[in-house]
T-cell receptor
Framework: GIQVEQSPPDLILQEGANSTLRCNFS?????LQWFHQNPWGQLINLFYIPSGTKQNGRLSATTVATERYSLLYISSSQTTDSGVYFC???????????FGSGTRLQVQP | KAGVTQTPRYLIKTRGQQVTLSCSPISGHRSVSWYQQTPGQGLQFLFEYFSETQRNKGNFPGRFSGRQFSNSRSEMNVSTLELGDSALYLCASSLESLTGASEAFFGQGTRLTVV
């Protein structure tokens, strides 16, 4: 099946810093989503971005499907950005999401 | 518009027992998927239902089963619980699209502890 790798696995930032999270996938995809998992376990939708670029406030994402990677940018980070960020894809011809192992982000005041 | 609702939020069961978890999708969504999250294995796909039919199944033993009702609500059942079944179980709903893939929205999850 399709493989999804996220980097870095852990990231510690000072409040106000910027960061880039990367997601590499091994095959063509029909769907790519970025999630933020809150402390209670719920996956919060950040972006649905099988290709192209999107922005939502301080967050933006870019997916280059032909090169099989996606990037999540967080600017001017805040302590509330802390948590685990997941990239998940649906491989071509499939219907289930395959998740990466996540990036654990800690933003310190 | 209400989101995906999972019940119960927390559950403690004894080894050997069985458990049923419930998921109500977003109104109008007909696809419901279930995922298991554990510290060791991460997030793994269990199964997906659409119009009361199981369309896809992950690599889990037969003790894990599910069903979907005509109103799109779904239940998953785990029989003969094992300690390793302790996990966060997440349900996702999505609209059907022409490509077969569309944005998934997750519920708050059910945290199951097997003792």
């Amino acid at each position: 099946g399709i493989q999804v790798e996220q980097s870095p696995p852990d990231l510690i930032l000072q409040e106000g810093a910027n960061s880039t999270l990367r997601c590499n996938f091994s095959d063509s995809v029909n769907n790519l989503q970025w999630f933020h998992q809150n402390p209670w376990g719920q996956l919060i939708n950040l972006f649905y971005i099988p290709s192209g670029t999107k922005q939502n406030g301080r967050l933006s994402a870019t997916t280059v499907a032909t090169e099989r990677y996606s990037l999540l940018y967080i600017s001017s980070s805040q302590t509330t950005d802390s948590g685990v960020y997941f990239c998940a894809v649906v491989g071509a011809g499939r219907r289930a999401l395959t998740f990466g192992s996540g990036t654990r982000l800690q933003v310190q005041p | 518009k209400a989101g995906v609702t999972q019940t119960p939020r927390y559950l403690i069961k004894t080894r050997g027992q069985q458990v049923t978890l419930s998921c109500s999708p977003i109104s109008g969504h007909r696809s419901v998927s279930w995922y298991q999250q554990t510290p060791g294995q991460g997030l793994q796909f269990l199964f997906e239902y659409f119009s009361e039919t199981q369309r896809n199944k992950g690599n889990f033993p037969g003790r894990f089963s599910g069903r979907q009702f005509s109103n799109s609500r779904s239940e998953m059942n785990v029989s003969t619980l094992e300690l390793g079944d302790s996990a966060l179980y997440l349900c996702a709903s999505s609209l059907e699209s022409l490509t077969g893939a569309s944005e998934a929205f997750f519920g708050q999850g059910t945290r199951l502890t097997v003792v």
